[in-house]
């Protein structure tokens, strides 16, 4: 019912990574596509928006934001490291922003893969590639 009828239906929203629920694992794609969908509509959502629905927006509609969606003392610490490596386009847009909110927009919507540099699960390092040091 529309919002005259004077019932307001209110719900999480989040984003998550379970290919089920869309395409891929990663939930940087995810957010990039959840940005061009809603654009798509002539809704515009900021990159902080997308962060915050990828990380503790997520955490907020499994109800698991006590132990998970932030890197706050005492949560599970779960988190990539990003470097666009030797992907020119996706190095100039980030020397080239000149507020967080122009990086972190770069970092999604020029994300691709080969731009995991590590991931850690719980704190732990899981994975990292073979790029040396000296070239993050």
Known sequence: K???SGIIIVCRVGLGSDVAG???Y???ENARLAHVLQKLEGNYVS????LYHATLGGAIVLR???RTGSLDVGKQADFVVLSPGEDQVARAALDDATTPSETLRSLI???DRSHVR???IDG?????SSESPSAR
């Open 2 to 4: 529309g919002l005259g």
């Open 22 to 24: 869309g395409y891929t």
């Open 118 to 120: 590590a991931t850690f």
């Open 26 to 28: 990663s939930i940087i």
């Open 47 to 50: 990159p902080e928006r997308l």
């Open 109 to 111: 919507m020029l994300h």
């Open 64 to 66: 698991d934001e006590e």
């Open 124 to 128: 732990q390092l899981a994975y990292s």
